[in-house]
């Protein structure tokens, strides 16, 4: 038999042992960004973007407009339990501490809902009112986007003003209008969605992103596009409510229980031998330590921060919501085990969902590795023995992908943004139009 001291000494060599891989991931893909694009699935080898069904996008979206606060700050995480006696429970769990204001956001928005599967209201109207709830909670986050936008708005002024192409001057001319809805808040972020969904400004601003190599228009579109999502996700979550209406009649809202505070800072290795010659032992036998050693240099200062800050534990919005559902055994509404999340999914997370015995439907998925990531533990502390499983199998799906890469000197990947742009062509074609009276 062995102690509980024993077992919780064990436990916690897992946890640092995925965190070592974690950390040799994120160095890996820190250097000579041209070379990849996207998280691999274990096994498959090629990149990973699950399709999404009408339902996992409605619980996206919905997660996407209770996250208010800006700068990457927060992640909101959604899922649907279906009760035998009582409806349906919306269950949320938040990577920041304004859970409150977050479950408030949610109720507040199933109202809205509500009224329009009770055919109490119109889409168009239940879209403008979703909108507006939506921009002016997320004022704060809006006024970061559009300091942006104008910072960026400002240089492709410059540029396309020197322009005669007619197209650049299509673009020119929106952009100016655009900037003048800066002041107002809910008028920029309808401009941004009207102004650059199907129309000749955003078919040029794509052009401009591929042939002209300046990382400019894509920062402008990315910004447009954070604008402009509020409609998008407004207008998404009206138009396709009323083919939820029994999930959204008698829906409560419930918040996940936080997680216990982590108090042990995530440790990291002293330097890149070190740290490459502890996770990749391989490297060794295969006499290319130097040579990974040095493909890595540039990722030192990299390492450099990591060991200079306090890196404390951070469990994910969709773990937790994944945890609460397999120990809690709860009912996924139509038994669809998808957990809506505001941003994609990270690698790790990625990972911990295939692993996980549950069979919990993937997510997208940006790829990019957070050193800070932690799995979910009970209000003790513990890590239960499927969760140490599910960590054990991450291990060794990431030293298989290290290995692949730095044996064909493969590193780095392309920045992926975590969140969408609102802009994308598969989902502008499920907001075509909206269904008139409702």
């Known amino acids: 038999m062995f102690s509980t001291t024993q077992v919780s000494s064990e436990s916690e060599s897992v946890v640092q042992r995925l965190h070592d891989h974690i950390v040799a991931k994120d160095l890996v893909q820190h250097v000579a960004v041209e070379h990849v694009t996207s998280y691999l699935k274990p096994g498959t080898g090629v990149p990973f973007k699950p399709q999404q069904t009408t339902w996992h996008r409605f619980l996206d979206e919905l997660c996407h407009l209770c996250d208010f606060k800006g700068g990457g700050k927060t992640v909101r995480s959604i899922a649907v339990e279906n009760t035998s006696s009582s409806g349906t429970i919306f269950w949320a769990a938040s990577t920041y501490t304004d859970s409150a204001a977050f479950e408030q956001h949610l109720l507040a928005l199933l109202g809205v809902l509500k009224r329009l599967s009770a055919r109490n209201s119109r889409t168009e109207e239940t879209a403008a009112a979703i909108n507006d709830l939506s921009v002016d909670k997320a004022s704060g986050r809006i006024k970061v986007y559009s300091a942006l936008f104008i910072e960026s708005a400002n240089q492709a002024i410059r540029k396309l003003s020197t322009s005669t192409a007619p197209a650049d001057r299509t673009l020119l001319t929106v952009l100016k209008e655009l900037k003048t809805s800066s002041d107002s808040f809910p008028a920029l972020c309808r401009g941004a969605y009207d102004k650059f969904r199907h129309t000749e400004a955003q078919a040029r601003l794509n052009y401009l992103i591929e042939h002209d190599h300046d990382t400019l228009w894509t920062h402008l579109r990315h910004r447009i596009g954070r ?39 995530i440790s990291v290795g002293p330097d890149l031998e070190t740290l490459l010659t502890r996770v990749c032992a391989w490297l060794k036998q295969e006499a290319i330590l130097a040579q990974a ?15 200079e800050h306090t890196l404390m534990p951070i469990v994910h919005a969709e773990i937790l919501i994944l945890n609460h559902f397999f120990t809690k ?12 999340c505001s941003k994609p999914s990270c690698y790790c997370c990625s990972l911990y969902f295939d692993a996980h015995p549950g069979n919990f439907v993937q997510r997208p998925c940006h790829g990019n590795a957070y050193v800070k990531w932690s799995p979910p533990r009970s209000q003790t502390g513990a890590l239960s023995a499927v969760t140490v ?24 990947r392309k920045r992926s943004r975590d969140s969408e742009t609102g802009m994308t062509a598969s989902w502008n074609g499920q907001t075509e139009t909206l269904a008139g009276p409702a």
Not at 297 to 307: D, I, P, V
Not at 389 to 411: A, F, H, P, W
């Open 329 to 340: 055994d709860l009912r996924f509404v139509n038994d669809d085990r998808y957990i809506g």
């Open 227 to 265: 604008l402009g999502s509020f409609k998008r996700a407004s207008r998404f979550l009206a138009k396709n409510a009323p083919k939820f209406a029994d999930i959204i009649r008698d829906a409560k809202v419930k918040l996940v229980d936080s997680q216990p505070r982590v108090r042990t800072p």
């Open 389 to 412: 499983n599910v960590l054990e199998s991450m291990t060794l799906d990431i030293q298989g992908e290290l290995r692949v890469q730095i044996l064909n000197d493969i590193y780095g």
């Open 293 to 307: 050693t040095k493909k890595l240099e540039t990722a030192e200062n990299k390492l450099k921060s990591l060991r």
